[in-house]
């Protein structure tokens, strides 16, 4: 059975940085193009960031470009997501997300998404 498993999550100050990880198993991970999602206090699910199974394309919202990198390890079957310049509004549960490389559908939206992580928080203070 398919299993990810994030990290790093934490509190930092306002311009700061994190990076999270995101381990993945019972999946053959080079099929898979991974994402990550967020959810803030009292917010819906959105898109932060995406990759191919290749890591040649990557997908940002547009609140985290230039501020966030999504990078994977096929050999390691991990996922990171480096994060600079870390404003209040970065607040909230983060997500890893896995979905079959084939499956049809946006990158940026979350029902193209079968697997998830269980969270990982990350707070920025001002």
């Known amino acids: 059975q398919a299993q990810l498993v994030e990290s790093g999550g934490g509190s930092v100050q306002a311009g700061g940085s994190l990076r999270l990880s995101c381990a993945a198993s019972g999946l053959s991970f080079g099929n898979y193009a991974m994402a990550w999602f967020r959810q803030g206090p009292g917010k819906e699910r959105e898109f932060v960031a995406a990759i191919r199974w290749s890591g040649s394309t990557r997908y940002y919202a547009d609140s985290v470009k230039g501020r966030f990198t999504i990078s994977r390890d096929n050999a390691k079957n991990t996922v990171d997501l480096q994060m600079n310049s870390l404003k209040p509004e970065d607040t909230a549960v983060y997500y890893c997300?896995?979905?079959?490389?084939?499956?049809?559908?946006?990158?940026?939206?979350?029902?193209?998404?079968?697997?998830w992580g269980q969270g990982t928080q990350v707070t920025v203070s001002a």
């Open positions: 997300a896995a979905s079959y490389q084939y499956r049809s559908g946006s990158y940026y939206t979350d029902d193209r998404y079968r697997y």
